[in-house]
């Protein structure tokens, strides 16, 4: 198998903070293109945040055998995973790296089941995408010289002031679509992932949602099978495989 780890400069190169960043090679590394005292405060940033993150929770979330976000009795089968970005402020702000910018993020995979993802997808893009849809029908119904021209004939403004109306209207469809949709299926599904268990534990230690914790809806994307690259996500294997073996006590020589 061809070596994709060639920057032998690299002083996280073939080391355990190369394998949390679990790249397929360096030119895809992001670590790859900075100075080596960057690369040196990178991988002690991985250290810092494998420490701070409860790996046997992380572990779980994604390895259950059954859909975390099921908001019913039912158990039904993990067929997909949601992935979700977690932050955690650094421990160490003023010696962060280029990578961190001052504060530690994991992305955590929780698994899923079909139904789920649909109803996540639905409450997600079905009212953004009908507001779109009632924008776009009032621009194209005032670009129409013989519905535009009568209506500026009442008043010169009155045109963009439909238009204003148009875009309130799509707005206040969009807020309350969304709050019925997640009101209806949040019988069978959990919208915020801060409402599982395992994951609340997280927050317990200090990590919070990244995106969308103010929203009523969590902001994640769904993968068919777990992550194959990506920072930490070494330590997600398909459920007979195992976890990685990965040591966090290895020193960087600066």
């Not at 280029?98 to 893009?125: E, M, W």
């Not at 690259?229 to 020589?253: C, F, H, M, V």
Request: glycine residues 6%; aromatic residues 6%.
């Amino acid at each position: 198998m061809e070596n994709r780890y060639t920057n032998e400069d690299c002083p996280l190169r073939g080391g355990d903070d190369c394998r949390l960043l679990n790249m397929p090679g360096c030119n895809e590394c992001p670590v790859n293109k900075l100075p080596r005292e960057e690369k040196v405060k990178a991988g002690r940033e991985l250290r810092d945040t494998a420490i701070l993150m409860p790996i046997e929770l992380v572990r779980c979330a994604a390895e259950s055998s059954h859909c975390l976000l099921c908001n019913d009795d039912v158990k039904r089968k993990r067929t997909c995973y949601a992935v979700a970005d977690l932050g955690h402020k650094h421990p160490n702000p003023d010696n962060s790296s280029g990578i961190s910018k001052g504060g530690l993020l994991v992305p955590v995979q929780i698994a899923s089941c079909s139904q789920c993802k649909r109803n996540f997808t639905l409450a997600s893009y079905l009212p953004d995408a009908l507001a779109l849809l009632i924008t776009g029908i009032a621009l194209v119904l005032l670009s129409i010289r013989s519905i535009r021209e009568p209506l500026m004939a009442v008043l010169t403004a009155l045109p963009l002031i439909v238009f204003i109306i148009a875009c309130i209207l799509a707005v206040t469809v969009r807020y309350t679509l969304r709050r019925c949709l997640v009101k209806k299926l949040g019988k069978s599904t959990k919208f915020k992932i801060s409402d599982i268990g395992i994951i609340s534990r997280m927050y317990g230690n200090g990590w919070f949602e990244l995106y969308g914790s103010n929203r009523v809806i969590s902001k994640v994307y769904f993968n068919d099978a777990p992550l194959s690259k990506g920072p930490y996500t070494a330590y997600i294997r398909e459920s007979n495989d195992g976890p990685a073996d990965i040591k966090l006590n290895q020193s960087i020589e600066e």
